[in-house]
Every structure is written in C-alpha cells, then in structure tokens.
C-alpha cells in the first residue's frame, strides 16, 4: 500500500514535470531569439557608449581584476576570479556489505562491517562506528575549507554582475611543483600538489591534514600560473556594469562563456543546452511515470505472488503495460504543453501517441476470427 501511494505521487508529479518542462523550452527558445534581435555586439577596445544604456550587449575579451586573490596561511597568491581551499583530513571509513541467507525456512540479514583510513573532504563522526573503540576519527578539522572571490571582476571597461561572475567556475588545481615555496611554516610538507601538515605524507595517520587549491577566471598578466581568460559576454548595459536583462517573454539574459565567441555563436550555444534541458526533463518526466504506474500496479503482482509461473507472467504484462501507457501518457503531455504556441506539431505528437491504441484495436478482430 505504501508503494501505491508512492506510485500515484510520482504519476501527477511527472505530469507537472512534463507539462511545465514545455512551457520553460517555449519560453526559453522565445527570449534567446529576442535577446539576438536586439544585441549590440561592443569593441572591447573602446570607451564606454552610455547610448547602450539598459541595452542588450555582446562583449568578448580578456577578464581583469583589480589585485590578487592570496592565503596568507600558505602563502599561496593567484590573480583570478576565485581561489579555492580544499581541505582533506585522513580518517577511518566503515563500510558495510550485506547477504541474505535462508534459516529454518526464514530469510534473514548478516551485515560485516570493516574499517578503512582515507583522506576525506567531510567530518566523519566515528560516534555511529558499529565498532567505534580503536577507530575513533578527530571531533573537527584543523583547518576549514573556504572559496574566495574576487570583489571587481571586469572585461573591458565594464564590471561583472555577481550573477556573471558566478559563472566563471572552471576551477583547475593550483600545481604546487612550480611554487615557490617561500616562508613556510616548519610543519608544511609540499607534495603532489598537496600542503601536508605532517612530515611524512607518504605515511599518514588519523588526524593529518592536507590541503589543496585550485582557481577559475585567471586575470593577470603575469606567467604564473597562467595568462588572463578570454570570456564572452551577454549582458545589459547599465552604466559601467553588465547585468542582467529582462526579455518580453519572460526570461533574464545574462550569459557567460569562457572563450571568445561572436553573438550568433553564444546565442547558438545556448539553444543547444536548452535542447538537451528540455530533453533531459523530458526523460526525467516519462521515468516518473513509468516508476509511478509500475508501483501504483504492484499489488496486482502481490495478489499472486505464491504463484511462481503466473506471478512472472503477470510481472512482465505490467511491466510491458507501464512501458506503454507511460510512452502514450507522456506525449500526449508534451502535446498539451505545445497545443497553445504551436499546435500544428502538437497535433503531430497526439498522432503518434495514439499509435499503439490503433494497433491495439486492429489486432483484436483478428485474434476473434481465428
């Protein structure tokens, strides 16, 4: 019964998935073809125009900030976007493996659990340890990990909105072979691009520390660790600042890539990632059903289950049966979705939902005269 319930909550869900799913495409496709129409593609080289004011802009250069991101703790400084402190601590792991296994006609559970150290990013509380004694974990970590972010990120003459600025989020790891390590603390280890907090890295034990960075939008001119980004920016223009702009349909552009890309280009890519949103959602929503109609149907199997050979028939047609009605169901949503903006193809999608309800209904005359 529980399943039941569960299944009928998962069946409306998927109909609100995939029904809203069409809407947020439509919408979505109607904004990007408005934001190309009305882009105004901006030489980086040159002044700020205040005419494009609160209008749609296209920018593509190099990014820029203002002073370096640094960890005073290591020493660590980077001229970029946002730096990045990853911190592990070497802890033990319990891990569990379950069997079943018959007794006295009853079918009963043995859990084994064993114990591993290894380096983890998250507190592991040994207080829920099946065996806590001999592999207790410390109750916090020396050092907290953290992200830095730089306060003026610009491309040209203008800055970056913080909804911009959140997009530059390729963060690689800061190689450690090529830094200098100047001013150390006696108890810092460099090794594989790792800060260990104790001496002998290759030999860890419980409680030792070690602590990685890494950076996104690098933004100087200098070597190391690397030259500024190039991005491409979609933006409005609001005095010195890009931020984001309200289309007539609905939706806010506000676009960040980081190459260089003309307007067509980074419109382009934008259609291609709400093609595969609007896809994935749509695979997301028939799942729902399908998982839906399949638990909803699972008391029929249960009726029967002391049945071994009806019990696999009936397993499979309701299977087969949630793999129909669902496949139906859910274009016949998607069809709904699109009635109102373009009903022609939606007319098209009830056509091949109903496909399997015609062959359903030509093959049962035959099957009577024979």
């Known amino acids: 019964m529980g399943g039941t319930v569960l299944g009928i909550g998962l069946f409306f869900a998927s109909f609100y998935v995939l029904f809203t799913n069409e809407g947020r495409a439509l919408q979505t496709a109607s904004s990007l073809e408005e934001g190309l129409s009305l882009v105004v593609s901006l030489n980086p080289f040159s002044g700020i125009d205040y005419q494009n004011n609160d209008h749609l802009v296209h920018l593509s250069t190099k990014l820029r900030t203002l002073q370096p991101l640094h960890d005073p703790n290591y020493r660590v400084v980077v001229q970029a976007v946002q730096l990045k402190r990853q911190v592990e601590m070497y802890q033990w792991v319990e891990h569990q493996e379950s069997r079943d296994y018959q007794e006295n006609g009853e079918t009963k559970t043995e859990t084994t659990y064993t114990y591993n150290t290894e380096w983890k990013s998250d507190l592991i509380s040994s207080r829920h340890f099946d065996k806590e004694i001999g592999h207790e974990n410390p109750s916090a970590m020396a050092v907290e990990s953290v992200t830095v972010t ?22 690689q790891t800061l190689r450690l072979s090529d830094f200098p390590p100047l001013g150390l603390d006696s108890f810092l280890t460099i090794h594989e691009d790792y800060f260990y907090h104790t001496p002998n890295p290759r030999r860890p034990e419980v409680g030792d520390v070690r602590v990685s960075f890494s950076y996104a939008g690098l933004s100087g001119e200098g070597s190391y660790p690397g030259p500024a ?62 998982i839906g109609i399949s638990l909803t149907t699972r008391i029929l199997y249960t009726l029967v289950d002391w049945l071994p050979i009806v019990r696999e028939l009936v397993s499979l047609g309701l299977k087969l049966f949630a793999f129909c009605v669902s496949c139906s169901l859910s274009l016949l949503i998607i069809a709904s979705g699109w009635l109102f903006y373009r009903p022609l193809v939606a007319l098209g999608l009830v056509a091949v939902a109903l496909i399997p309800l015609f062959l359903g209904r030509a093959r049962a005359p035959a099957k009577k005269n024979q």
Do not use: C
Request: hydrophobic share 45%; glycine share 8%.
């Open 229 to 290: 980004e190039t991005v491409s920016v979609v933006a409005m223009q609001s005095g010195v600042n890009l931020k984001s702009f309200k289309t007539r349909a609905g939706d806010k552009l506000e676009i960040l890539y980081l190459e260089e890309l003309s307007a067509q280009e980074v419109f382009e890519k934008e259609h291609q990632y709400n093609a595969m949103k609007t896809w994935g959602l749509r695979a997301a929503g028939w799942a729902l059903m399908f």
């Open 150 to 171: 730089a306060p003026d990120v610009r491309v040209g003459p203008f800055v970056l909105s913080k909804g911009l600025v959140e997009q530059i989020n390729n963060f």
